[in-house]
C-alpha cells in the first residue's frame, strides 16, 4: 500500500493566475482556483500543476547556475514548428540556447524551462 498518491508538481512564480492560464492554455487542462497566492489546474484523467506565489522570485537562469533551474517540464507535441507558434502565442519566450533538434527550449511567463519535445 502506497504511503501517499497523486503527486501534485507545484511551480514557484511572481503570479499564479498567469502561470495557471498558460498552462491550462496549453495542456487543455481545468484551472482551480484555491486563493490568490495559489493556482492549479488538472487534466480529467487526473494530473496536475500547481503554481504558489513567492513574493521574492527570481526567475531560473538556465543553463547557466547562477540562479539553478531545479526543474523543468518537458511537454510531448506532434510538430515542433506548430507547437512553437502555439506557446509563443500563449506568452512564452523561445530560449537563445537550443541544445538539440528533437526539442526546443522555452521559458514560461513565470521563466521556468520548457521543452517541446517530440514523442
Request: glycine content about 4%; proline content about 8%.
Amino acid at each position: 500500500m502506497a504511503i501517499a498518491r497523486f503527486p501534485v508538481v507545484v511551480l514557484d512564480c511572481p503570479d499564479p493566475k498567469t502561470l495557471a492560464e498558460f498552462y491550462s492554455a496549453l495542456l487543455e487542462w481545468k484551472i482551480e482556483r484555491n486563493d490568490d497566492d495559489w493556482w492549479s489546474v488538472r487534466a480529467e484523467y487526473g494530473d496536475s500543476l500547481a503554481f504558489q506565489k513567492v513574493e521574492s522570485y527570481r526567475a531560473p537562469q538556465w543553463p547557466g547556475q547562477d540562479v539553478p533551474q531545479q526543474m523543468h517540464l518537458d511537454v510531448v507535441v506532434d510538430d515542433l514548428d506548430t507547437a512553437e507558434a502555439a506557446v509563443l502565442e500563449l506568452g512564452a519566450t523561445k530560449h537563445e540556447n537550443q541544445p538539440g533538434t528533437t526539442f526546443r527550449v522555452f521559458l514560461d511567463p513565470a521563466g521556468h524551462p520548457l521543452c517541446l519535445c517530440l514523442d
